[in-house]
């Protein structure tokens, strides 16, 4: 039964989203690292442990074995509350030949504000903005700060190619500390470094290939935004398969 916390009143919770592939819950520690320290950032005296998501997969699975192949678990957590639902992972390979249509949304993202930086309750502005953009026939909306930079998606980071070279925007610009993108910057290599880059719009002409990332759709090749064009290259191939080597 939930209860009647901060959390459920003023939004003072965080949650988690969870990919699950063949019963494995994917980067699972970065995942409950991510919450702990965001609930303590909260002043929310809750934390979650890796025991009580085992548990919960475990008797979940017993219930029904298909839950084990691609789907989602998502953990919310509040100073009262620990909340564990699942649902099927929506993202198909036909999604990924086809590649994202991004937008920029109108609505800026407040670099300073304590809460950009944490996947708090308050994720009101995300979804608005992104139902916007589906009901346009795009696929995800692309957030600009008040200093004209560009910071993330809805619910993606982004990540551009320029010249052999990865460019993805600072936390400073104001956003989500994402696991898959800090998966792949640990993991990136020299062959094709990973630079945290302030990256205005007017630059977007310039960059060669440009993909999105969060915990469900892994990597996602990008092949537009507004009217500007991308073509899925090599670099975005091979950052595909860095991803699929760190599952």
Not at 102 to 122: A, G, Q
Not at 174 to 182: A, F, M, N, Y
Request: glycine share 6%.
């Amino acid at each position: 039964m939930i209860k009647i916390d901060d959390g459920y009143q003023f939004g003072l919770g965080v949650f988690e989203t969870i990919a699950i592939e063949e019963g494995i819950p994917l980067f699972l520690d970065r995942h409950l690292k991510r919450a702990n320290r965001s609930l303590q950032t909260l002043g929310v005296a809750n934390q979650i442990t890796e025991s009580e998501v085992v548990e919960y997969l475990k008797n979940k699975f017993k219930e029904d074995t298909t839950w084990k192949k691609h789907s989602v678990l998502k953990i919310m957590l509040s100073a009262e509350n620990k909340i564990f639902i699942m649902r099927k992972n929506p993202y198909r390979k036909e999604k990924y030949e086809k590649g994202f249509h991004l937008s920029i949304s109108k609505v800026r993202r407040n670099e300073t504000s304590p809460l950009v930086s944490h996947k708090t309750m308050n994720y009101g502005e995300n979804i608005i903005e992104k139902r916007k953009a589906q009901e346009q026939g795009v696929d995800e909306p692309i957030f600009v700060n008040t200093r004209q930079e560009i910071t993330e998606g809805s619910c993606t980071n982004i990540f551009f190619v320029c010249k052999g070279v990865i460019y993805t925007p600072p936390l400073s610009s104001g956003l989500l500390p994402g696991i898959v993108r800090e998966a792949i910057m640990e993991n990136a290599g020299e062959i094709y470094p990973i630079t945290e880059k302030i990256v205005k719009k007017e630059e977007l002409h310039s960059m060669e290939e440009c993909f999105v990332t969060n915990s469900l759709l892994g990597i996602m090749p990008v092949t537009k935004i507004e009217d500007i064009e991308f073509r899925p290259g090599k670099i975005t191939a091979y950052y595909q398969k860095i991803y699929a080597d760190l599952r």
